[in-house]
């Protein structure tokens, strides 16, 4: 069976679609992931949740840690869109906390068929019942990891 993700920037008028197996496009053009293999040089992404204090919270925190190792954090307001820049090695990394599975299940195919990683904060293979999450170009996820871990105790 043949499983797609689709995004669509009306602002932008970008059309981002994945079928598995079959890689990733941006109005049509392949794309792929960037090849930045340390946290330093990465510009990484994140959401924070309006409706929901402790992801804010988390986010928030997570936030003041990782922004001085790298390159400069961004929040661009749409985790779909943050998946999809990613895919197209716009951004090196997003992550967030309280999410729906409708803000990052097409993201998560085009993600993954560009070439990068997706996984929960923790490290361990997504759910999508646990709204917590992060995706990468999947150079940095070693040090990715290891961040998560020091702020949490993971």
């Given at each position: 069976?043949?499983?797609?993700?689709?995004?669509?920037?009306?602002?932008?008028?970008?059309?981002?679609?994945?079928?598995?197996?079959?890689?990733?496009?941006?109005?049509?053009?392949?794309?792929?992931?960037?090849?930045?293999?340390?946290?330093?040089?990465?510009?990484?992404?994140?959401?924070?949740?309006?409706?929901?204090?402790?992801?804010?919270?988390?986010?928030?925190?997570?936030?003041?840690?990782?922004?001085?190792?790298?390159?400069?954090?961004?929040?661009?307001?749409?985790?779909?869109?943050?998946?999809?820049?990613?895919?197209?090695?716009?951004?090196d990394?997003?992550?967030?906390?309280?999410?729906?599975?409708?803000?990052?299940?097409?993201?998560?195919?085009?993600?993954?068929?560009?070439?990068g990683?997706?996984y929960?904060?923790?490290?361990?293979?997504?759910?999508?019942?646990?709204?917590?999450?992060?995706?990468?170009?999947?150079?940095?996820?070693?040090?990715?990891?290891?961040?998560f871990?020091?702020?949490?105790?993971f």
């Amino acid at each position: 069976m043949a499983a797609y993700g689709i995004i669509y920037d009306p602002v932008a008028k970008e059309l981002f679609v994945a079928e598995r197996g079959k890689g990733a496009t941006l109005n049509g053009e392949v794309i792929a992931v960037s090849e930045h293999s340390s946290l330093t040089e990465s510009l990484v992404s994140t959401a924070l949740p309006a409706n929901n204090l402790k992801a804010r919270n988390n986010g928030l925190k997570e936030h003041m840690k990782i922004a001085p190792i790298t390159r400069d954090i961004r929040i661009l307001g749409s985790s779909a869109l943050q998946c999809a820049y990613v895919a197209a090695g716009r951004l090196d990394a997003f992550w967030v906390w309280g999410v729906n599975i409708w803000d990052i299940a097409a993201g998560r195919l085009i993600v993954e068929e560009a070439g990068g990683s997706i996984y929960q904060l923790n490290g361990s293979e997504i759910r999508f019942e646990f709204p917590h999450f992060t995706c990468t170009n999947g150079e940095i996820d070693k040090e990715w990891k290891e961040t998560f871990a020091s702020i949490h105790d993971f």
